[in-house]
């Protein structure tokens, strides 16, 4: 992130390989694990959504920084790696249309890190960005996802994640989508949270 060579003598360059951000850009990362519960499911998120957080995200997802999408997990992948082995990844749903224009899904690229398989389930029928609307019109997310037929998650341990949860809205609404298919169990995890939100 800052271009600085990372020296390997910390802690995580014996059990991390593949490190990809030094302990100074590290450090910015400010770990929360916060849980919440949202429609009887354990919601954990990682980091509060900072202006370092904003700004990062912002160059991944705004500006298509694709390498900085690994920094996001990388110092927490072994904690992340045991503590949902077993899961499949569900990802918060995104517009087609954004993706194949940007190039890449974000939340994809910030979790493909994890190894855990991933399954596309849920998907936008309409290009309707969250940060541009009104509470009541979040709250109508169900409106405009759905499930794609072929994606089977039935008896499987499942993990929903997404970016930033601000209202909760859209994490609430895959929540209950996801139930209708059965998993075995289901937990969320955010990157990031909006403090002084309302889940609902």
């Known amino acids: 992130m800052c271009f600085e060579k990372i020296k390997e003598d910390t802690f995580h360059s014996l059990v991390h390989a593949d490190l990809c951000i030094c302990q100074k850009c590290q450090d910015q990362f400010v770990a929360i694990f916060e849980n919440k519960i949202i429609n009887d499911v354990k919601v954990c998120a ?11 995200l912002f160059k991944l997802k705004g500006c298509g920084d694709i390498e900085l999408a690994p ?3 990388n110092y927490h992948l072994p904690w992340l790696m045991a503590r949902y082995r077993g899961h499949i990844i569900v990802p918060a749903p995104s517009y087609g249309d954004r993706d194949a224009k940007r190039g890449f899904n974000q939340v994809e690229e910030i979790f493909r890190s994890s190894k855990l398989p991933l399954i ?24 405009i996802i759905a499930w794609k037929e072929q994606a089977d998650i039935s008896g499987k341990k499942v993990l929903l994640v997404d970016d930033v949860m601000t209202t909760g809205s859209t994490i609430r609404a ?24 309302e889940q609902r």
């Open 46 to 56: 990682l980091y509060d959504y900072n202006e370092f957080i904003q700004s990062n």
């Open 71 to 73: 920094c996001f997990l």
């Open 120 to 143: 596309k389930a849920i998907i936008k029928t309409e290009d309707r960005k969250q940060s541009d609307l009104s509470q009541d019109e979040r709250n109508k997310i169900k409106e």
């Open 174 to 197: 895959c929540i209950d989508l996801i139930k209708h298919h059965h998993p075995k169990s289901l937990d969320v995890l955010v990157i990031s949270r909006v403090a002084n939100s």
